[in-house]
């Protein structure tokens, strides 16, 4: 079962670069996340989906687009990188009914210089 | 405003001795609890969580954590450390087990075992 899958899970960027973290989930979840996590600082969220066709912003979406096309994927695209987003990724699927469980990814580590 | 502080970034524990890692929240409705474990390279994973019911709730590996609605707090124990549960811990607080955008994380606490 493989569950949240991310890609890739290291890259380096040069500043003012774009690139895309894919995710992409088998659990026919509605609901999709992502977040990046800062040494000390907890989880913070960028953006959020709660289906197909719908995003929204979370607390820090500065610097960042989403799309979710299917129930599966939901790719988060770095536009002009920035060493401020310098962070470990993740994606994460579930959230929704009676259980509340967040699945989450292994993570992607972005560097920019 | 929800909000939650875990008092503690790193706690180090000998093998055996017990785990005590502390989380309190402020919600301005009853809130939904959840306790995450990070293991090194890994996402999050759920260990434990409280929604309504018994205050008292037993999660995976043993740990079990009590909501204190009269102190805020639903702090993360177990009563003998394995050197496996070395890892960083997340409290996390909810308004709506429904509705992810709504879920807080704490900074994480780091826990070490001790041989």
């Known amino acids: 079962n493989a569950g949240v899958t991310q890609t890739p899970k290291f890259r380096i960027l040069k500043i003012g670069q774009s690139m895309t973290l894919q995710c992409t989930q088998d659990m026919n979840h509605n609901y999709m996340y992502w977040y990046r996590q800062d040494p000390g600082m907890g989880l913070k969220l960028i953006y959020y989906?709660?289906?197909?066709?719908?995003?929204d912003k979370g607390e820090v979406p500065n610097g960042y687009n989403v799309s979710r096309s299917t129930t599966e994927d939901f790719p988060l695209r770095l536009e002009l990188a920035a060493p401020s987003q310098t962070s470990v990724y993740f994606c994460a699927s579930g959230g929704e009914g009676d259980t509340g469980e967040l699945f989450f990814g292994e993570g992607s580590r972005l560097t920019v210089l | 405003a929800q909000s939650v502080t875990q008092l503690g970034s790193h706690v180090s524990v000998s093998e055996g001795a017990l785990v005590l890692l502390r989380c309190n929240y402020s919600s301005s409705v009853p809130p939904y609890l959840f306790w995450y474990v990070q293991y090194p390279n890994q996402g999050l994973q759920l260990l434990l969580k409280y929604t309504t019911g018994a205050t008292l709730v037993k999660g995976i590996n043993g740990f079990e954590a009590e909501f204190k609605k009269s102190e805020t707090s639903f702090h993360l124990t177990k009563p003998s450390a394995h050197m496996s549960d070395a890892a960083e811990y997340f409290c996390?607080?909810?308004?709506?087990?429904?509705?992810?955008?709504?879920?807080?994380f704490g900074s994480g606490t780091r826990l070490s075992i001790r041989p």
């Open positions: 996390a607080v909810s308004e709506s087990w429904s509705s992810a955008s709504k879920i807080i």
């Open positions: 989906s709660v289906g197909a066709g719908i995003t």
